[in-house]
């Protein structure tokens, strides 16, 4: 298998792949920032591939830690080309990105303004692959009361499901350590502190510096009369 990510984990040997689908499967992929999705310090992200038979069994399962850039947009489109790798045939691929769902849709030439690169080489596997994978949107973190109420479908509902699900076990070997963990909040909350006293003695100059004196520098003003 080319590409393999550096850490990665699999329902099959490595011999075994690509998964060949069964008919009337479904499949899936997701891609996660974990908890500290919102901090670019400390976020790492996982992705994952599900697929499903028509008895609703898990049959293929693959998931993995990012590398290099870690964004969650990068992490879905990963996942995304791992299910275009890892099988072969044709079923219905549920994903909770609108981007990634409409990428697919869009085509080969739609151009792209960001993750270029992580779009080639989707296309690369999704036009040289034998079957094809229809991409269809379902919403991440459904309830799955409010899914049957609204109408959506209970197959990709569990699948979505699992593949989140996959992602978040990841994240145990994904996560950062706690040491640097720690080490990133000390040297956050000593920055809010220093950013803070630069905040007062801006503000002191600007209610205390006679802008009408020459002589008056940010030395001088900011020394108390």
Known sequence: MPDKPSIFFCSHPLSALPFSIPPGSVTGSDGSGGEHSADPRLRRCTWSVVVLNANWDVVFWAGGVLDGKQTVPLAELFGGTMAHMLTVGDAVHYCDATYFVN?????????????????????????????????????????????????????????????????????????????????????????AIILRRLAAVALYLAEHRDLDDPNCSVATCSKPK
Not at 119 to 131: D, H, I, P, S
């Open 103 to 191: 990428g697919c849709k869009n085509g080969q030439h739609h151009p792209h303004h960001t993750n270029t690169l992580a779009w080639a080489n989707l296309w690369k596997y999704r036009t040289g692959r034998a079957g094809s994978l229809l991409p269809r949107y379902f919403p991440s973190h459904t309830d799955p009361n409010d899914a049957e109420v609204n109408g959506l479908s209970a197959e990709g509902w569990l699948v979505n499901h699992l593949a989140d699900h996959i992602c978040d076990c990841i994240q145990a070997v994904a996560g950062v350590a706690f040491p640097i963990k720690k080490r990133v909040e000390f040297i956050t909350a000593r920055s």
